[in-house]
T-cell receptor, first 112, second 114 residues
Framework: NAGVTQTPKFQVLKTGQSMTLQCAQD?????MYWYRQDPGMGLRLIYY???????DKGEVPNGYNVSRLNKREFSLRLESAAPSQTSVYFC???????????FGSGTQLSVL | QKEVEQDPGPLSVPEGAIVSLNCTYS??????FMWYRQYSRKGPELLMY????GNKEDGRFTAQVDKSSKYISLFIRDSQPSDSATYLC??????????????FGQGTTLQVKP
């Protein structure tokens, strides 16, 4: 029972490099989310997709883009990585808005 | 001011103690609340959710909401070392704040010592 799968688990980038974080869920959920978690800041929403074909900004969208590729997959792209984007990134999904979130195991990203 | 706030701790207790974890929220329109548990290097997982005021019990865990003071609590009875984790409270908001996105507190780190 995979649930929410994120790749990669760890990544080190140099400032200015780009990368895409991948997320897939196998629970037939409509809504998907990207969060970042920093010490003392808790979980902050970057982008979310309430349903296939829609995306919307969260609390901290600057420097990121997302793609809801299909119902299962929701990717997060850093076009030009900055040290301020060093964080742990979590993908999550829910059956619908306002319902409980299921989280992936996270991606530890360091930008040097 | 964050809409949902927690004391980040850390909170350290001996095994068997009763633990009280607390959150405050700022908007009286918030209607239901969730508690997530996050082990080190793992994603959060839903522990409990509760609607409006009152208590909800699940085994050793009790979630309590006091809407008059905008205060939510999670009590852990007979705490175990396996309860050592970060506990996050969350709410989808309410009224005009209900955007379908969960609002999380900062999380409280709990350590239960054997």
């Amino acid at each position: 029972n995979a649930g929410v799968t994120q790749t990669p688990k760890f990544q080190v980038l140099k400032t200015g490099q780009s990368m895409t974080l991948q997320c897939a869920q196998d629970m037939n959920h409509n809504s998907m989310y990207w969060y970042r978690q920093d010490p003392g800041m808790g979980l902050r929403l970057i982008y979310y997709s309430a349903s296939e074909g829609t995306t919307d900004k969260g609390e901290v969208p600057n420097g990121y883009n997302v793609s809801r590729l299909n119902k299962r997959e929701f990717s997060l792209r850093l076009e030009s990585a900055a040290p301020s984007q060093t964080s742990v990134y979590f993908c999550a999904s829910s059956r619908d808005r306002n319902e409980k979130l299921f989280f992936g195991s996270g991606t530890q990203l360091s930008v040097l | 001011q964050k809409e949902v706030e927690q004391d980040p701790g850390p909170l350290s207790v001996p095994e068997g103690a009763i633990v009280s974890l607390n959150c405050t929220y700022s908007n009286s329109a918030f209607q239901y609340f969730m508690w997530y548990r996050q082990y080190s290097r793992k994603g959060p997982e839903l522990l409990m959710y509760t609607y409006s005021s009152g208590n909800k019990e699940d085994g050793r865990f009790t979630a309590q909401v006091d809407k008059s003071s905008k205060y939510i609590s999670l009590f852990i009875r007979d705490s175990q070392p396996s309860d050592s984790a970060t506990y996050l409270c969350a709410s989808p908001g309410g009224g005009s704040s209900n955007t379908g996105k969960l609002i999380f507190g900062q999380g409280t780190t709990l350590q239960v010592k054997p």
